[in-house]
């Protein structure tokens, strides 16, 4: 073995893997977009109140009556929508750039392992049975000379 075969051979086995820490990685992330999605929803949540509730309550001149639902309640609901959304972004970006496995095998290789082996099934199958066909005769040949 070479000196180069060898250096290589120490770079790539002293290469860290990183996709045994994505599980940890993911759950971290997770936690962190839930912690954001509390925190923004406060924000959020007024914002979308005064862009579409306040002014149509000014609107139909409805002063003083309380809301059908409870605010902290909605506050929440936002923070759950804005979750499932940071959760979708980040999974999309995921699917592009997730590392990829070394080893591709297609549809069509595995069946033509499979057609493969199927060949090489049945052509056993017809030696065994060959061999047996000469064996028998030769003891049909033995026990015609006895």
């Known amino acids: 073995m070479s000196s180069v075969q060898r250096d290589y051979q120490n ?8 996709t045994k820490w994505l599980p940890v990685l993911g759950l971290l992330l997770a936690i962190a977009m839930a912690a954001l ?3 923004l929803s406060e924000p959020v949540h007024s914002w979308l109140y005064d862009s579409f ?4 309550e000014r609107l139909r001149g409805i002063q003083g009556t309380s809301d059908s639902f409870d605010q902290e309640i909605v506050q929440y609901v936002v923070g759950g929508v804005m979750f499932f959304l ?11 750039f997730a ?3 070394k080893i591709k095998v ?22 065994r049975q060959q061999l047996n066909r000469k064996m028998a005769a030769e003891r049909e040949k033995r026990a015609r000379e006895e």
């Open 11 to 18: 770079r790539m086995s002293k290469r860290k893997s990183i």
């Open 37 to 39: 999605a509390f925190i």
């Open 53 to 56: 509730f306040a002014d149509s």
């Open 86 to 96: 940071f959760m979708v972004f980040f999974a999309t970006i995921y699917a592009l």
């Open 99 to 101: 590392p990829k496995r």
């Open 106 to 127: 297609s549809e069509k290789q595995l069946k033509k392992e499979r057609e493969e082996k199927q060949a090489e099934v049945r052509r056993a199958k017809k030696r």
